[in-house]
């Protein structure tokens, strides 16, 4: 039997794994007391088991440890799963008793210095295209621990509707694994089973969890994927080129994006960084007469796109790449300004192209630009 079909078999057998599981969870839930209760700023208007994570990572844990357990290398493994077992327990302490954010980073912290110490994973140089490479020297460690605590941050923060943390974080994931097999020739094989290994683990769960879901990933499961995502993401960052760093940020689009415009939003709106509302891009689209499924659907099909982006960077050259990555930036708050993700009126873009479209409106802002002038004069 080829090493291909007893792959896709195994892959089936963490599906089914994750799925028997995730019923078995659920009633877990509710016995110890992780769920997720109505109030304004939840979508559900029912109490909500949220342990779900565990079935992927419990599924996950199987995968890598029995199943692979002769093609991995336990030295690569075990600081992984132990990493992922403080992470695991901070979400599942938070679904239960509700952590600070501080006490959440503390976790999430510990877990980064295992990966980094014991797991001697981390970004030690970045080159830099018409520049030259930088040894980061005792600025590898900081650089880590901002990477995988930005990234892992993104995608809880994005797991707001039925399934769309998962829906994204598989689309990541496939694409991080395409690109390790691909283009990363000294580790890509073992790196690329591993992803796949938590990309059937998220498929088995997957029908519980889209709408109408019936248990959610909650903190447990949001904060162990964005986590897994950073650290594989990571593998390709030992050495960043300017690709290795784009391409990460591109497949993580989405969340990334959500997050980098939730902080301004706050910051514009001189409110704590920590506060949460109900301005996300899920909440946007919902309030702009999307449908649940329609939203997420939506989301998907945009870190598609940025997973495509991310992929072609690979083979292009780098005077493409900044073209594209200026291309896409563009489009990227043009979308941004017409949902009002910021802010209804913080437009910068949208007017600017409508001074140059329109001149009426040209000539008005001109005329308030003389006026106030002569104002300011006297």
């Keep these: 039997m080829g090493f ?9 057998a963490i599906m089914c794994l994750s799925a028997i599981l995730t019923p078995l969870l659920k009633l877990a839930s509710f016995k110890i ?45 075990w600081p992984m799963l132990l990493a992922t077992l403080i992470i695991v327990l901070t979400g599942l302490m938070d679904d239960i008793f509700e952590l600070t954010p501080s006490q959440k980073t503390i976790g999430i912290i510990i877990a980064s210095l295992v ?17 030259g490479s930088f040894q ?11 990477w995988i605590l930005a990234i892992t941050n993104a995608v809880n923060l994005i797991d707001g509707l039925d399934g769309l943390a998962c829906g994204v974080a598989v689309i990541a994931l496939v694409t991080i694994g395409l690109t390790s097999y691909f283009f990363l020739p000294s580790n890509g094989v073992p790196l690329a089973i591993m992803i796949f290994s938590l990309v059937a683990a998220i498929t088995g ?13 909650g903190d447990t499961g949001a904060l162990f994927l964005g986590f897994m995502i950073s650290i594989f993401s990571l593998q390709g960052l030992k050495n960043a080129t300017f690709i290795s760093v784009l391409t990460p940020m591109f497949i993580l689009g ?6 980098v415009y939730a902080m301004l939003r706050r910051y514009f709106n001189k409110k704590p960084i920590s506060t949460a509302d109900k301005m996300h891009l899920h909440h946007r689209l919902l309030s702009l007469g999307f449908t649940h499924r ?24 780098t005077w493409a790449i900044i073209l594209l990555v200026i291309s896409t930036l563009f489009g990227l ?43 300011e004069k006297k």
């Excluded at 980061?136 to 901002?146: A, C, G, K, N, S």
């Excluded at 009426?360 to 002038?373: A, E, S």
């Design 4 to 12: 291909t079909f007893q792959f896709i078999l195994k892959l089936i």
């Design 33 to 77: 007391g992780a769920v997720d209760r109505p109030d304004e700023r939840r979508i559900n208007n029912k109490t909500m088991p949220t342990a779900g994570g565990l079935s992927i990572f419990i599924s996950f844990t199987v995968a890598v440890l029995w199943e692979f357990n002769n093609t991995l290398d336990s030295q690569r493994v």
């Design 115 to 131: 990966i980094y110490f014991i797991g001697d994973i981390g970004i030690n140089t970045i080159s830099i295209p018409f520049v």
């Design 136 to 146: 980061l020297d005792w600025l590898r460690l900081p650089m880590t621990l901002i």
């Design 205 to 217: 769960f997957f029908p519980y969890n889209f709408h109408p879901a019936t248990i959610y990933l």
């Design 254 to 259: 989405v969340p990334i994006t959500d997050t």
């Design 294 to 317: 329609g939203a997420v659907l939506t989301i998907y099909a945009l870190a598609t796109v940025f997973a495509m982006i991310a992929l072609l960077m690979n083979i292009a050259s």
């Design 333 to 375: 708050e043009l979308f941004i300004e017409l949902i009002g993700l910021v802010g209804e009126n913080r437009q910068p873009l949208m007017r600017t192209l409508k001074f140059f479209g329109n001149r009426r409106y040209r000539q008005g802002v001109l005329k308030k630009t003389k006026r106030k002038n002569k104002h």
